[in-house]
């Protein structure tokens, strides 16, 4: 009588298990990569929209008049929903992301012995980031008499 034994060659579970804990160890530092982009992703979004929502009020500042109402000199004033009037036209400087918040300070200087007067114009955008970090960006500039 032929006795013969015949040997499975497939894997155990316990060495399947082994080789997917390997596996996940492996690729633990490669999914943390992908999350760390997403992160710095997000966070070049924000600055440039921030700094997008800053030069709108200030390029919209530069072109109107000294004694205009929105150049008024006073504390911050935190704008929301504006809408903007120029030659005639109006187009909305409105945020639609609600994680940003702008404030305008005007500030009047007049130099000694300067028969000019300056006003400085300062925008503070300001929100915060999605692991909690609160940032802002202040942009400044002159408008001259």
């Not at 929502?53 to 500042?61: F, L």
């Not at 935190?78 to 409105?94: A, C, H, K, S, T």
């Amino acid at each position: 009588m032929n006795t013969s034994i015949r040997h499975n060659r497939g894997f155990s579970f316990i060495e399947i298990l082994f080789a997917m804990a390997c596996l996940g160890i492996l690729f633990l530092p490669i999914f943390k990569m992908f999350g760390q982009g997403t992160a710095g992703v997000t966070r070049n979004r924000n600055e440039i929209l921030a700094q997008q929502h800053a030069s709108n009020i200030m390029s919209y500042a530069f072109f109107l008049p000294y004694d205009n109402e929105f150049l008024k000199v006073g504390p911050p004033v935190e704008i929301d929903q504006f809408e903007g009037v120029l030659g005639g036209n109006r187009f909305d400087l409105g945020i639609a992301e609600t994680q940003f918040k702008r404030t305008v300070a005007v500030s009047e200087v007049k130099p000694p012995g300067s028969k000019h007067s300056y006003k400085i114009v300062t925008v503070v955008v300001r929100w915060q980031e999605p692991n909690g970090l609160n940032r802002n960006l202040k942009l400044a500039g002159l408008v001259a008499k």
